[in-house]
């Protein structure tokens, strides 16, 4: 059957858009949420496609940003990629939902096979779906629900997809994420507790698992750029932004940890899950 950890495949290429101008004008840009320091928000921005070029090795695919789209660099909400196949979201907010064609057409023209979500019943956030390796994990929150993840289930039919209540207001990936090929990684708030205790019961699979002090520690993203045999990462929140998880994360011990900050852009709901989308197998040309 193999180990849970073999099916995250090698990644070639990362998807992220650009911060425009409008995601610092808050409320004024309609997102509801508070101003941010727009020219710090984007020099974070340019660290993380850094990071993803120069350190992982990855060709960085960077859509410029949209004004009418202040919330448009959480990219990682409009698409659930697995393989060969993208399934293009149906975000819980209509005023997100305009946030998916500039990705549908990148990843049309990557050669992807492109899955749409037709029912106007289902809603679905990216950053609600785990993948293991093994299984998809989606959770149902605020933002996406039963529908949603039936649908995750029809894409995907090659892997059992498990559905996760959420409680509050976050995407389950701001909860937990992968830690490693084995380990899943959470935070120590009870909503992260009960998403990971559930997840134990719902799977065939044997996890490790970690417990980070901070929740948005465990938002995470494990990467295994270039060739088999070569080395894994794990890209993650920093000391400058969550001091408290870093010695729990000193404990992956089969990553490379590599630290990035996004805290002027977490004001604006992002993580790191919702900021790049990582294609996980080389695409056709």
């Known amino acids: 059957m193999g180990t849970p950890g073999e099916g995250l495949g090698r990644c ?3 998807l992220i858009r650009g911060v425009p101008e409008s995601l610092g004008a808050g409320e004024t840009a309609g997102t509801g ?3 941010l320091d727009l020219a710090k928000a984007q020099r974070e ?3 993380l496609g850094g990071k993803l070029r120069q350190r992982l090795g990855l060709q960085l695919l960077e859509l410029p940003p949209e004004e009418p789209l202040p919330l448009g660099p959480l990219l990682g909400d409009t698409a659930v990629i697995q393989g060969d196949t993208a399934l293009i ?3 819980w907010s209509p005023a997100r939902r305009p946030e998916v064609d500039g990705v549908r057409k990148v990843l049309q023209d990557l050669g992807l096979r492109i899955v749409e979500m037709g029912d106007e019943n289902a809603t679905l956030d990216g950053t609600d779906v785990l993948f293991t390796g093994r299984e998809f994990f989606v959770g149902l929150s605020k933002w996406t629900n039963h529908r949603g993840a039936e649908i995750v289930a029809d894409t995907f039919r ?3 997809v498990s559905t996760v209540p959420v409680s509050g207001p976050s995407h389950l990936r701001g909860l937990c994420g992968m830690g490693g ?4 990684v959470a935070g120590s708030s009870e909503a992260a507790q009960k998403a990971v205790r559930a997840m134990a019961v719902l799977t065939d699979h044997p996890y490790a698992s970690l417990t980070l002090p901070d929740d ?3 938002d995470c993203l494990f990467l295994r750029p270039g060739l088999p045999g070569g080395p894994s990462f794990l890209l993650h929140r920093g000391g400058g932004d969550l001091p408290n998880s870093q010695e729990a994360l000193q404990k992956l011990s089969e990553v490379t940890l590599v630290p990035v900050s996004c805290s002027e852009l977490e004001k604006a709901g992002a993580g790191l899950s919702s900021l790049c989308l990582v294609l996980s197998t080389r695409p056709h040309s």
Not at 181 to 184: A, E, F, G, I, K
């Open 12 to 14: 070639s290429h990362a």
């Open 216 to 218: 948005a520690a465990a």
């Open 89 to 91: 979201t149906r975000p």
């Open 181 to 184: 090929p084995r380990t899943v």
């Open 45 to 47: 921005h340019g660290v």
């Open 158 to 160: 090659d892997f059992a």
């Open 33 to 35: 949420l508070p101003a």
